[in-house]
């Protein structure tokens, strides 16, 4: 036989469960008012503003350039903005190599910029260019000194000079470092022709297309060398050393024999 429960005894467990329902919807209705009056209060504050904005990697233009291109202004929301937008128009120089724009934290904004790297200078009359690992040429308006890479001579063709990039892009660091100067000098022969003028003191003489891998070798090459007698090292065809003095015929070490001979009492 069941068991007849009576309305009655029902009355306090219906009452407890409409006393909880009727919690639970003023919770989220008062949840929803708080996180909306903050959200209104923070786009109405200046911690919803742009108060810093920081950048890193600018190493061929100065850091507030960037910041003046990428049309980021302090004081403006931190969302009116589109990270995307200000990336592609940051990447449009031809020396960036790749931007990164993020948000930190509430009012702060990052720029990463990755440029590309300089690998010399194009001599041009009384100026130097800054020539870019991408073959990218940065102009400019005053007096430069070159300190990072040789210059380049007489490589006013694009494509002459885009080869010989290629070719610097396979040198050691020591060897790179160690050259000051490269000048084209195409013969009815070889429209490929060089002349590289190093730290050292000594030229050498050799062909873009094979200058990268047979150049890694000039420091083995002058270790076997009197260091006191600087000269041509000729890298064209085979491997050999001619000092100045047979080059020019100039009698450097009588000369200066001749002169310490002066010097003595």
Do not use: C
């Not at 306090?12 to 209705?29: A, D, G, H, V, W």
């Not at 047979?214 to 065809?237: A, C, H, R, T």
């Amino acid at each position: 036989m069941e068991k007849i429960i009576d309305i009655e005894d029902r009355i306090p467990t219906l009452k407890e469960r409409r006393r909880r329902r009727t919690n639970k919807k003023f919770s989220i209705l008062l949840f929803l008012f708080v996180t909306t009056l903050l959200i209104v209060l923070y786009f109405q504050s200046s911690y919803s503003q742009i108060q810093t904005i920081s950048l890193d990697g600018a190493k061929l233009v100065p850091e507030q350039l960037y910041i003046e291109e990428s049309t980021l202004v302090t004081g403006e929301s931190m969302w009116s903005f589109n990270e995307s937008k200000i990336e592609n128009l940051l990447a449009a120089n031809a020396w960036v190599e790749s931007v990164h724009v993020n948000r930190k934290w509430l009012t702060s904004v990052h720029i990463q910029v990755n440029e590309f790297n300089q690998i010399g200078y194009l001599e041009d009359g009384d100026f130097l260019h800054i020539i870019l690992e991408n073959g990218q040429i940065i102009k400019t308006d005053g007096q430069v000194i070159p300190k990072d890479g040789p210059i380049f001579t007489g490589f006013e063709d694009e494509k002459i000079r885009q080869r010989m990039i290629k070719e610097l892009k396979l040198l050691d660091s020591e060897v790179l470092t160690g050259i000051s100067q490269i000048k084209y000098t195409p013969t009815e022969n070889d429209a490929y022709s060089i002349q590289v003028y190093m730290n050292d003191g000594n030229e050498v003489q050799a062909i873009i297309p094979s200058f990268g891998e047979k150049m890694n070798y000039y420091p083995s090459i002058v270790s076997q060398l009197n260091p006191e007698v600087k000269g041509i090292v000729d890298l064209e065809v085979g491997t050999f050393f001619q000092p100045y003095v047979d080059v020019y015929n100039v009698p450097v070490k009588e000369e200066v024999v001749e002169n310490e001979e002066d010097q003595t009492p």
